[in-house]
């Protein structure tokens, strides 16, 4: 069995062709690198990779993350600027004994010493969105843009291998050098190839308030379907955080386990997620919670192509 699950639509063309690997009997770790250098690349996800949207200062600081199931090695970067590909440094830190996440300076000059490309993360498009925000926030406090669209993904190969790995712009307007859960062990991801592993998406300062994954992953080697496990971390600490602060932000989580099922909640509307399986054709899914558990639905091919319609759309 093997398969592979994602936040968001934006990953369907990358776990697409993660899945020609896994299918192949490629090995987790190439696949998964490979979906999340394919939502990284893609200059109209304002959310990863190029074509980011900027922090405060107009400038692209990424967070990216690697995990190996298997060693339970991890590799991390963040608030990096100016090299293409996070997740593919992060992999290489990975391989590290010690010296497994950097950030900022630090990371770049290992990206440098390593060889990889270097390139200049800030597009045109998203500059336009710097420049409409800072007008439209000319006599108030810049607060930071409300989407937080990390792509996470968790990946089962045919021998049994699972990796989980992460890739973000973070908050649109957040203050230079902010980390959110992302590149941040057992909050942004986790994995264990004998048990499974999650991703999150939402609101970094909250998630991270509940080391969401790993309790996701904690849940599943209990006995719990995935499915059951995302619902419950997601509402427990929704619930939290409601109860002790009066508010809770956005909280997404997908999970697979070590047999391929898989499992996904929020506690927002219009979440939506990538999955492909050995069974079942790269498909995205809406999901909505109806007390207290999470309905999916097959995503009709009107709302995909308003989905890329609004993202390609021209700006000026």
Not at 88 to 98: C, G, H
């Amino acid at each position: 069995m093997w398969g592979m699950i994602a936040t968001w639509r934006m990953a369907l063309e990358g776990i697409s062709a993660g899945a020609e690997l896994l299918e192949n009997g490629k090995n987790a770790g190439d696949a998964i690198e490979t979906a999340i250098r394919a939502v990284e690349d893609f200059p109209f996800y304002k959310s990863v990779g190029y074509g980011g949207l900027p922090n405060e200062e107009m400038q692209v600081e990424l967070d990216s993350a690697y995990m190996d199931g298997d060693t339970l090695d991890i590799g991390a970067v963040a608030a990096i600027k100016d090299y293409a590909n996070p997740i593919s440094i992060a992999r290489r830190l990975s391989y590290e004994k010690v010296n497994n996440v950097l950030v900022a300076a630090g990371a770049e000059k290992f990206a440098h010493k390593e060889g990889f490309e270097r390139k200049n993360m800030l597009t045109d498009r998203a500059r336009i969105y710097y420049n409409r925000r800072i007008q439209e926030n000319r006599d108030q406090e810049i607060k930071p843009y409300s989407g937080h669209d990390t792509v996470g993904m968790v990946c089962l190969d045919q021998m049994g291998k699972m990796t989980a790995a992460t890739s973000t712009s973070g908050l649109f307007m957040k203050r230079a050098g902010r980390v959110g859960d992302s590149p941040i062990s057992g909050s942004g991801f986790y994995v264990d190839s004998q048990v499974g592993g999650a991703s999150a998406t939402g609101l970094g300062e909250d998630l991270m308030k509940g080391c969401i994954s790993y309790e996701i992953v904690r849940l599943i080697e209990e006995g719990l379907h995935p499915q059951e496990a995302c619902e419950r971390a997601v509402n427990r600490l929704d619930e939290k955080l409601k109860k002790r602060r009066g508010k809770a932000g956005d909280l997404s989580v997908i999970a697979m386990d070590a047999q391929g099922r898989w499992g996904v909640a929020t506690n927002i509307s219009g979440f939506s997620f990538a999955v492909v399986t050995e069974k079942e054709k790269p498909q995205v899914y809406l999901t909505k919670q109806q007390e207290g558990h999470c309905v999916h639905e097959i995503a009709s091919q009107a709302w995909l192509d308003e989905y890329m319609r609004s993202r390609t759309a021209p700006l000026e």
